[in-house]
């Protein structure tokens, strides 16, 4: 990624106080943020890529409702709604006098459409399985929407906060791919493909007056010393997701950052390909997972900075249960387990996107494969190349990806069109009980079930989980320390 040396200027004001000139600066209102990830597309409800929700979701676009950085689901579109008693029926009381940034109205026939086009035959949405649960959306009146669903989801207004559940219009939905339109405290400016994207401020927004910030700029980095030379020079104001964990005591040291060190939900994987041999066969899945050391992983490519996990699982939630020690490294029986599976010294390709968790994790894996007698490749791709190759094509042995969003388990459900190529009915099912559970502590059982049979048919080679680097200048206030969704509301956030 291009990279601008100029620093951004900074907006001063005078004011006069009785007779006496006196200069006093003004609070700030520019912020540069730097991201590892650039998107291919600029529309959450069509592409999977984790940074479009990061940069746009709550600040451009909004959903019926939002998440806290506790996790707690608040309105936003939606200010209010009633559930009935058996749990089906939602109904929607629409926030009143909001606009879209290109002047249109907004009112309950835009979450009609974005909800039937999320939930058509023919819909791209990357998740659209969170819409599988609803069978009705209904509209009383202009200010009301009733949605009813076929069966319990615990997760359904969680879900609806999430930028795949984005309230976009029809009369702008065709330009959202590049230059999107939403109702959030931010409106989209300008994007320069390879380098930067611009925010400003929405004057119309119903809370504009709370919003300090007027422009907002992303600098896209994936390199980690470029990205730690972005920060050194002070050309960046902060830097959630920083790519060099192997700095982060240098910046700790130094009284221009704060340093924080949060959680997200972010497993890291080995994924494998399900649907092709010789990851198709159980017994080749499990020797992988015993040849990798996480260990040797987390200090090799994170520095330490990074939780172990042996399951698809977040080690902060309420029901993760610790599966690390179900293949202990063991590089000779690895070695025989291949050899009795008839693979020993095949070659395998790990294609891995341009983030440096990913590509430092593939070397390191090819190292240990190497020990236990497989041949590794390790062959570094674009993002978009990644998205189309591998996400949607399934072109791959094996890829390391983080996999970001909240809730997530449901992907193993998804089905052999799904990139992991996993396709278990017994599982399906189990998310379905997990899914329609309404007792917390029933679904916390049903989700270690989950864990440990993911984790017994080793799937995937699971990694650790992603944790959140932040880099911020000492005068920025109000980013979030940990990540419990994929987006960072940028209403709150303040410069001194």
Not at 46 to 68: F, P, R
Not at 116 to 126: I, Y
Not at 274 to 281: A, L, M, R, T, V
């Given at each position: 990624m291009s990279l601008l040396s100029t620093t951004l200027s900074r907006v001063t004001l005078s004011v006069l106080l009785g007779s006496t000139l006196c200069a006093a600066p003004a609070l700030?209102?520019?912020?540069?943020?730097?991201?590892?990830?650039?998107?291919?597309?600029?529309?959450?409800?069509?592409?999977?890529?984790?940074?479009?929700?990061?940069?746009?979701?709550?600040?451009?676009?909004?959903?019926?409702?939002?998440?806290?950085?506790?996790?707690e689901?608040?309105?936003?579109?939606?200010?209010?709604?009633?559930?009935?008693?058996?749990?089906?029926?939602?109904?929607?009381k629409l926030r009143k006098g909001v606009k879209y940034h290109d002047g249109t109205d907004f009112d309950s026939a835009d979450v009609i459409f974005a909800f039937?086009?999320?939930?058509?035959?023919?819909?791209?949405?990357?998740s659209k399985s969170i819409f599988k649960p609803i069978d009705t959306v209904e509209?009383?009146?202009?200010?009301?929407?009733?949605?009813?669903?076929?069966?319990?989801?615990?997760?359904?207004?969680?879900?609806?906060?999430?930028?795949?559940?984005?309230?976009i219009a029809e009369e702008s939905v065709d330009l959202n791919n590049a230059t999107p339109v939403g109702t959030g405290p931010f409106k989209f400016d300008s994007w320069t493909r390879g380098d930067r994207l611009t925010l400003t401020k929405n004057e119309d927004w119903h809370d504009a007056d709370s919003v300090q910030l007027d422009r907002v700029e992303f600098r896209f980095i994936s390199d980690a010393a470029?990205?730690?030379?972005?920060?050194?020079?002070?050309?960046?104001?902060?830097?959630?997701?920083?790519?060099?964990p192997e700095m982060m005591p240098q910046f700790e040291a130094d009284p221009r950052f704060n340093v924080e060190i949060?959680?997200?939900?972010?497993?890291?994987?080995?994924?494998?390909?399900?649907?092709?041999?010789?990851?198709?066969?159980?017994?080749?899945?499990?020797?992988?997972?015993?040849?990798?050391?996480r260990d040797e992983i987390i200090d090799g490519a994170m520095y330490g900075q990074a939780v172990p996990i042996?399951?698809?699982?977040?080690?902060?939630?309420?029901?993760?249960?610790?599966?690390?020690?179900?293949?202990?490294?063991?590089?000779?029986?690895?070695?025989?387990?291949f050899t009795e599976a008839g693979v020993e010294g095949t070659e395998m390709t790990i294609r891995v996107p341009p983030f440096p968790y990913a590509t430092r994790s593939a070397e390191i894996i090819q190292a240990e494969l190497a020990d236990a007698g497989i041949n590794a490749k390790v062959e570094n791709v674009e993002w978009g190349f990644w998205i189309d190759e591998v996400y949607k094509k399934k072109n791959y042995d094996m890829t390391i990806i983080a996999h970001t969003s909240p809730n997530d388990m449901g992907n193993f459900a998804k089905g052999p069109d799904y990139f992991y190529g996993y396709d278990d009915p017994e599982f399906t099912k189990l998310w379905d009980d997990i899914q329609t559970e309404a007792d917390t502590d029933k679904r916390n059982a049903l989700l270690k079930q989950g864990q440990e049979y993911l984790a017994d048919q080793a799937v995937h080679g699971f990694l650790f989980q992603l944790p959140r680097l932040s880099v911020i200048r000492t005068n920025v206030d109000g980013f979030w320390k940990s990540a419990p969704v994929l987006f960072q509301p940028l209403a709150g956030v303040t410069v001194n």
């Open positions: 700030a209102t520019d912020l540069v943020i730097g991201l590892q990830q650039e998107p291919t597309s600029l529309d959450p409800t069509a592409d999977a890529t984790a940074s479009i929700d990061g940069m746009l979701a709550a600040n451009v676009y909004e959903s019926l409702t939002t998440v806290t950085e506790s996790g689901v608040e309105p936003a579109l939606a200010e209010s709604w009633d559930i009935s008693e058996d749990g089906l029926t939602y109904t929607f039937n086009r999320a939930m058509a035959e023919d819909s791209t949405n990357p509209a009383p009146d202009a200010n009301t929407v009733v949605i009813t669903l076929k069966n319990k989801d615990a997760f359904f207004l969680f879900n609806l906060a999430q930028g795949d559940a984005s309230i470029a990205a730690s030379a972005a920060m050194m020079a002070e050309e960046i104001d902060a830097f959630p997701g920083f790519p060099a949060g959680s997200t939900e972010g497993e890291v994987i080995l994924a494998m390909n399900n649907s092709k041999p010789p990851f198709d066969n159980i017994e080749v899945r499990r020797a992988i997972s015993t040849a990798i050391n042996g399951s698809f699982y977040p080690p902060h939630g309420p029901a993760y249960e610790d599966l690390t020690g179900l293949y202990p490294h063991d590089a000779e029986k690895a070695k025989a387990m």
